[in-house]
Each structure stands twice: as C-alpha cells, then as structure tokens.
C-alpha cells in the first residue's frame, strides 16, 4: 500500500528518468532504446526501485548493468533537475523489466 506522496514522488520520478533516458539512454547501453516502466519508492522515499524496458533485448541482464554502474552520476542529475521539488534524492536501483517478452511469448504460444 502506498501513500500518496509515495505515489507523487514516484510519478515525478518516473517522469524524470524517462526524459533523461530518451536523452541520454542510446549512449550509455550502445543505441539501444532504454524505456522507465515503472518506479516504486520505499516508505521512507529513500529507495526507489526503477524498471527498465530496454529494446532490442538482447543482452538486457548487461545493460541493465551498464546503466546501475552509473547509478551515481543518473543520481546527481535527478538532484539537478529536481532540487525545487524534492528535498532528498532517493537512491535508483535498477531491474531489467521483461513483460514484452513475457507478452511476446504468450502471443506466440497461442498463435501455434
């Protein structure tokens, strides 16, 4: 369950990444297409846990990788941008998201 500043800081957020990995997303996993799903933040609003679509999809257990090894620096960025809205910045942890391919997967098996 989760609070409604929870859900607002979330939202914000999501917004955010989603901008800076439009931006800068190609260059970091090598031209792939880097999309936020969803972003779920802890009660205390000192983690969040950021989903990430990345297509093509191979290889996504590296770029997901790729991307949390510049945890910090995507960090300092957020504080930048949103230092108006947001006392703290939480602290990103990154999971690959693998529901289009959990989707493609169910789509196939009931074409066959």
Known sequence: MTSTRQHKVSKLLLKELADYFQRHGSSIVGGKMVSVTVVRI????????VYLSIFPSK???GAVQSISDLAPMIRNEMGK???NQLRHIPEFIFYPDDSLDYINNIENLLND
């Open 42 to 49: 802890s009660p205390d609003l000192g983690v969040a846990k």
């Open 59 to 61: 290889d996504l257990e």
């Open 81 to 83: 941008r949103l230092r």
